[in-house]
């Protein structure tokens, strides 16, 4: 298969492999760390992988020149993948704040949203900003939690993982930015920087859900 020309979708790409690397690797570090099955890990893996499977469709998205259709159709699942998997980072975050029985009663309707997002992005073509929205609203609420439960002392790793959002919402905030760019042996534009920073959030969440 033949690259695309263009040097910052090129880059782009790459930074998706990092990201979806680390993705993948947090999933199944979390799975090796759990010293029994537990949907809480579950619901956190599935997150992470989701986020892993987007990550490697976007950069055949971004590094590969394919057929329009070809192209229409990673798009989707970029989306749908991503819209499944905030979905499913609120439920974790519902487990941990106020346990599984919550959790189990948000699960539905978080998967219904999830899917409506989705179905928005398709009758409204180029709204990706709507999942910039949504995932930003999902963090703002986390956030909230997870310094909630830092404070009170009620889970370990929660500072970390308020940490982890924290960065997570500064790559949200990055994304939108049109024109931003940096140099630093390759020219890297704002999908770039967003999926790095990203990066970040993934390990110090890791942290944290290590010493939960």
């Known amino acids: 298969m033949k690259l695309i ?4 979708e090129r880059t782009t790409a790459a930074t998706d492999v990092i990201l979806g690397a680390a993705a993948a690797g947090a999933g199944i570090y979390l799975h090796l760390l759990a ?3 537990s949907w809480r890990i579950s619901l956190w893996s ?3 992988g989701l986020i892993a499977l987007s990550a490697a469709c976007g950069a055949a998205y971004h590094g590969l020149a394919l057929p329009e259709a070809v192209r229409k159709a990673l798009w989707q699942a970029v989306t749908v993948c991503l819209g499944m998997a905030i979905s499913l980072f609120l439920v974790a975050v519902v487990y941990d704040a106020a346990g599984a029985d919550a959790a ?3 699960f539905p309707l978080m998967l219904a949203a999830g899917l409506s997002i989705f179905g928005v992005s398709r009758m409204l073509p180029g709204l990706f900003l709507v999942f ?3 995932e930003a609203l999902a963090l703002l609420i986390a956030f909230a939690v997870y310094l909630w439960l830092a404070a009170s002392g009620t889970l370990r790793g929660a500072g970390w993982m308020a940490a982890g959002i924290a960065v997570s919402l500064i ?3 990055i ?3 049109k024109r931003l760019r940096v140099a630093c042996v390759w020219e890297i534009d704002r999908n770039g920087i967003f999926h790095l920073v990203q990066v970040i959030g993934i ?3 890791c942290v944290g859900l290590s010493r939960a």
Do not use: N
Request: aromatic fraction near 12%.
């Open 203 to 205: 390990v110090l969440l």
């Open 104 to 106: 189990a009663r948000a």
């Open 171 to 173: 790559a949200a905030a």
């Open 46 to 48: 599935w997150s992470f």
């Open 5 to 8: 020309d263009s040097r910052t």
């Open 132 to 134: 910039i929205l949504y």
């Open 35 to 37: 010293r029994s099955s």
């Open 175 to 177: 994304q939108p930015v």
